[in-house]
């Protein structure tokens, strides 16, 4: 069977799940094929390890398609305060940006179920789960997608919003530079025994990256940045909260493991084109960063913003004029982030040149004592 759309997106995470609203919105007819179907019966039960910084620009983006979960579950980060690995410190709060917060902070299940009620009400999108893309094929007026069902899709546009690993992204020939970072990122949620006033922690310890992030209550989530994920792993719980704890200074006192460690490899992925024939990638497809910004996912959601804009009002989605200006329109703000993070990351983990550890911690000092380069440092946070 052949069924036609305006536009076929590929994966049902946040920013395929967010485009496809963002073009019901235009009136488009949107199928979104998600392989896994969709299950979202035990929101409240513990807490989900994935949790993500979702910025101001963002937060707009995801309320104009009437999906900002309920704040139950979602953490406030009023402010930073970041350490180096030599007494270095800085920290700002979202007062220095004249803004309500620096982020929120939001479970990718309370998120996504959020983005999904909103997608079973839209009447120009065709929820296609359970399903897998087999084979893609594109022609300079339209793009075929087989499905294992035997389905047929055609449309103007097929939208790869399926990963860093991106099946569409492969199928349309599009190489990408893959840089292991030699590291993973061990993700897990506690309990805390001292409030942490919505202030975000980060400590960068010389080999890792440490991140303590507000979620509601008396609780955060981590992300610890490590060559040597396995024995944090194999950690008994409480004897994996006491060097968590311990590795932060006990800043927030004792802490109690909420949901068990995971741990996935970290990589910067940068695609040589985000384009090809009847073909856009967004979201981890197109790009990945150094989660030590939290700018992943909200880069992904302005993929979705500034493509969803581009292609507003045009009759042919897919046309090659309007995906070269959305691939230029991204690159800047991506680039830009990724060889932020790319620095910091190097710079904060070089060894072997002499004096750099006192330099990078002198940095943040120095910073820290300039109101002015503090705002924008707060501004700049804010404004992805």
């Not at 890792?208 to 396995?230: D, F, H, K, R, Y």
Request: aromatic share 6%.
């Amino acid at each position: 069977m052949k069924q036609h759309f305006d536009v076929v997106i590929v994966g049902g995470g946040l920013v395929g799940a967010a485009l496809a609203l963002a073009l019901d919105r235009q009136g488009r007819r949107v199928a979104l094929v998600e392989g896994q179907s969709a299950r979202f019966e035990q929101l409240q039960d513990g807490w989900d390890a994935r949790v993500y910084a979702i910025s101001p620009a963002n937060r707009r983006f995801i309320d104009s398609l009437g999906a900002w979960p309920d704040m139950a579950r979602i953490g406030t980060i009023a402010a930073m305060d970041v350490s180096g690995d030599q007494g270095g410190r800085i920290a700002f709060s979202a007062a220095d940006a004249g803004a309500e917060a620096l982020a929120w902070i939001a479970e990718n299940r309370w998120l996504l179920a959020a983005l999904w009620r909103q997608l079973q009400d839209a009447s120009g999108v065709e929820l296609v789960e359970g399903v897998r893309p087999l084979r893609l094929s594109h022609n300079p007026r339209e793009a075929q997608l087989q499905l294992e069902d035997g389905r047929e899709l055609t449309a103007r546009l097929v939208v790869g919003a399926d990963g860093a690993n991106s099946w569409v992204r492969q199928q349309s020939g599009i190489a990408a530079d893959v840089k292991p970072y030699g590291q993973s990122g061990v993700v897990a949620n506690f309990a805390t025994e001292k409030p942490h006033d919505g202030i975000a922690r980060q400590w960068f310890l010389g080999d890792g990256i440490l991140a303590w992030l507000p979620l509601p209550g008396n609780s955060i989530s981590i992300v610890w940045s490590t060559a040597q994920p396995e024995p944090l792993l194999a950690l008994p719980t409480e004897r994996f909260a006491a060097v968590v704890a311990e590795a932060g200074g006990h800043a927030l006192g004792q802490l109690e493991v909420l949901t068990p460690a995971a741990a996935f490899p970290l990589r910067l992925l940068t695609p040589q084109h985000v384009i090809a024939e009847r073909v856009a990638l967004v979201g981890d497809a197109a790009h990945t960063v150094h989660p030590l910004a939290g700018q992943g996912v909200n880069l992904g959601f302005q993929d979705a913003a500034r493509l969803a804009a581009i292609i507003a009002g045009s009759k042919d989605p897919g046309e090659w004029l309007a995906l070269r200006r959305y691939e230029r329109g991204r690159k800047e703000a991506v680039r830009t982030m990724q060889l932020t993070c790319d620095t910091l990351f190097g710079l904060f983990h070089a060894k072997e040149l002499p004096g750099i550890a006192w330099l990078r911690n002198t940095g943040l000092n120095l910073t820290n004592r300039l109101p002015l380069i503090k705002r924008q440092l707060a501004r700049h946070a804010v404004g992805f």
